[in-house]
């Protein structure tokens, strides 16, 4: 299995930067990775030293990871077989960003201790321990660099709370080789993620990845597993990215009518019938200006 470390990754996206390693289709890899602000805020952070962050250095990423084979076109599945967080987290309020930022203007932190299980947030709640992914990405096809804040089509920072262990996530390929990023990793965190930050936290990965010639997608897609809870079963997950809430959510439902008429055979009118009765439609991720990314959930065990 490939072992790769932060200290070997990169900001930014950009196709131009030679691969740290190359792998094939099935191998695993475990990606040691900062947090998204690169170790900047310790647990005794204070306001003033949310205000004095190094922007610069925000979103680190472990990679590019090269896949032999992986050409525009494909795509790159990413099985997410366990995200291990450090002890410590934060969430922050950054001058200026998140979906209330003219309300709150001013830095706010607060420290967060991880369990196993359940995650204290600060004095105000206990919360269960779910860590995730925030990015996860392919290099995009133009030349960079671009900025790793807003997500894309072929992935990055989606800050879906779906990317956990358990799921695959799906990732259209638009530069040779695909070239792998992840970073940003949280230990727990709402739909919207509206104040900017999730509990972010350092973390370890562990992922295995795939490389499917037959499949086309528009955007990120992320297969589910099936939960105790509800829904129950199996699910699909597509996405609406870009910087129109409205037209994300339509190109959210006609994937899901897509994937419904490739992978499971129905009829369009009846897949678009069914997205109005099982399908439930979420907000992911609305502060990553400037594109904001929209999900249709699909419990796809409903299908006979």
């Known amino acids: 299995m490939v072992a790769l470390h932060h200290r070997d990754g990169h900001h930014g996206w950009d196709r131009r930067l030679p691969p740290v390693t190359e792998i094939v289709s099935g191998d695993e890899v475990e990606l040691v990775l900062a947090d998204c602000f690169d170790g900047q805020?310790?647990?005794d952070a204070r306001p003033e030293d949310v205000a004095d962050l190094d922007l610069d250095r925000a979103?680190?990423?472990?990679?590019?990871?090269?896949?032999?084979?992986?050409?525009?076109?494909?795509?790159v599945a990413i099985e997410v077989l366990e995200v291990a967080p450090a002890a410590f987290g934060w969430t922050a309020l950054i001058p200026g960003f998140g979906l209330l930022a003219d309300d709150f203007p001013a830095p706010h932190v607060v420290a967060s201790r991880i369990?196993?299980?359940?995650?204290?947030?600060g004095a105000v709640a206990h919360l269960p321990t779910r860590?995730?992914?925030?990015?996860?990405?392919?290099?995009?096809?133009?030349?960079?660099?671009?900025?790793?804040?807003?997500?894309r089509r072929v992935g990055g920072n989606l800050d879906s709370r779906e990317v956990?262990?358990?799921?695959?996530?799906?990732?259209?390929?638009?530069?040779?080789?695909?070239?792998?990023?992840?970073?940003?990793?949280?230990a727990t965190q709402g739909d919207g993620e509206v104040c900017g930050t999730a509990v972010e936290t350092a973390a370890t990965a562990h992922l295995r990845i795939h490389v499917w010639h037959d499949l086309h997608l528009d955007a990120p897609e992320i297969d589910l597993p099936a939960t105790s809870g509800r829904p129950r079963g199996p699910r699909h997950l597509t996405t609406g990215v870009g910087p129109d809430l409205y037209e994300g959510a339509r190109a959210a439902t006609r994937a899901m009518i897509d994937h419904l008429m490739a992978r499971h055979g129905l009829a369009p009118e009846?897949?678009?019938a069914l997205c109005s009765v099982a399908a439930h439609l979420r907000i992911l991720e609305v502060v990553d200006a400037p594109n904001?990314?929209?999900g249709l959930d699909l419990d796809t065990s409903v299908l006979v």
């Open 41 to 43: 805020l310790e647990p």
């Open 115 to 121: 369990g196993a299980e359940t995650t204290a947030f």
């Open 164 to 186: 956990r262990p358990g799921a695959t996530l799906l990732l259209p390929v638009e530069a040779e080789g695909g070239l792998l990023s992840v970073g940003d990793a949280h």
């Open 270 to 272: 009846d897949a678009y």
């Open 59 to 75: 979103n680190p990423l472990t990679g590019p990871i090269r896949i032999a084979g992986a050409q525009p076109g494909d795509v």
């Open 131 to 151: 860590p995730f992914l925030g990015t996860v990405g392919l290099a995009p096809g133009e030349d960079g660099p671009l900025s790793v804040i807003p997500p």
């Open 292 to 294: 904001w990314v929209v």
